[in-house]
């Protein structure tokens, strides 16, 4: 059992929560990016950036919804990244919570 422990304690510190925070950041400028190219050019283009990236969570809602409207499919370009990253996101707390009933 502390073999396993361990060796979860690894990987967890070596590549879990340094690719979940990188693919955070990733998933963060790409959603100033994409908010920058949903509005139409002009003053509103740079406020949807700036209140994306000020406000994260509440960006890539706004974002997905009106990502969904562009394309006209729930299955598109950015919902496939936000499936991915709560995919590892949910992989990484999984694994913490196999951790912590290892002790």
């Avoid at 998933?27 to 908010?35: P, Q």
């Avoid at 562009?70 to 196999?98: C, M």
Wanted: glycine share 4%; proline share 3%; hydrophobic share 60%.
């Amino acid at each position: 059992m502390l073999s396993a422990k361990k060796s979860i304690d690894a990987f967890l510190a070596s590549i879990g929560y340094p690719l979940l925070f990188m693919s955070a950041l990733a998933l963060h400028c790409f959603t100033a990016i994409t908010a920058y190219n949903l509005v139409a050019p002009g003053v509103w283009r740079y406020v949807a950036t700036v209140a994306a990236i000020a406000y994260p969570a509440i960006a890539e809602m706004v974002v997905a919804y009106y990502s969904w409207q562009e394309s006209g499919s729930k299955v598109n370009a950015y919902s496939v990244w936000i499936l991915a990253w709560l995919l590892l996101l949910f992989v990484v707390l999984g694994l913490a919570a196999i951790r912590k009933r290892l002790e």
